[in-house]
Antibody, heavy 118, light 110 residues
């Protein structure tokens, strides 16, 4: 069965950095787009970034462009999100999600909590 | 403030039918498929309905989706206590080039 397991969430200071990881299993990782979606009480669900199977297509939401970097390692079945210059409004639960044929999220990980503290 | 608009809450008694609306614009719902997700507190969203009206494997027939113009609806018939959850709609937005979501509707089974 499809499994996505995020890790790396933590309490970090304003302006700090964090790297999230997502380990995938149960499907051919290299065939699918992958997404990072966050959920915060103030802004609901937000698709932050996605990356195509070959890493040739990458998208960032305006809210994280220039600060976050999405990447993947198909040999390790892993997705990453490097987060720099963290702000208070980045506090949220971060989910990795597999994209279906139309790149809508179909399977989600359990989420990892990022708290940015001043 | 989410791109797609949903009512923040809905309610019904066991056995009743409820409908949750989701409205957008031409660049998202108007031209693209709508997906529906169910989320229980402390857990990840789970995909219920894909491509407007396609139930995922294992989802009870009580759940159905529909779309018309720039709006979509999730209908739940024969409401059960275990249906108490938050429901989100989603659609691809051609302007943004990404999936956008509704703010979620918290369904209470009275």
């Amino acid at each position: 069965q499809v499994q996505l397991v995020e890790s790396g969430g933590d309490l970090v200071n304003l302006g700090g950095s964090l790297r999230l990881s997502c380990e995938a299993s149960g499907f051919t990782f290299s065939h699918f787009y992958m997404n990072w979606v966050r959920q915060s009480p103030g802004k609901g669900l937000e698709c932050l970034a996605y990356i195509s199977s070959s890493s040739l297509t990458i998208y960032y939401a305006d809210s994280v462009k220039g600060r976050f970097t999405i990447s993947r390692d198909n040999a390790k079945n892993s997705l990453y999100l490097q987060m720099n210059s963290l702000r208070a409004e980045d506090t949220a639960v971060y989910y990795c999600a597999r994209g279906d044929g139309d790149n809508y999220p179909d399977y989600w990980g359990q989420g990892t909590l990022v708290t940015v503290s001043s | 403030q989410s791109v797609l608009t949903q009512p923040p809450s809905a309610s019904g008694t066991p056995g009743q039918s409820v409908s949750i609306s989701c409205s957008g614009v031409r660049s998202n719902i108007g031209n693209k498929n709508v997906y529906w997700y169910q989320q229980f507190p402390g857990t990840a969203p789970k995909l219920l309905i894909s491509r407007n009206d396609q139930r995922r494997s294992g989802v009870p027939e009580r759940f159905s989706g529909s779309k018309s113009g720039n709006s979509a609806s999730l209908a739940i018939s024969g409401l059960q206590s275990e249906d108490e959850a938050t429901y989100f709609c989603a659609a691809w937005d051609t302007g943004l080039g990404a999936t956008v979501f509704g703010g979620g509707t918290k369904l209470t089974v009275l």
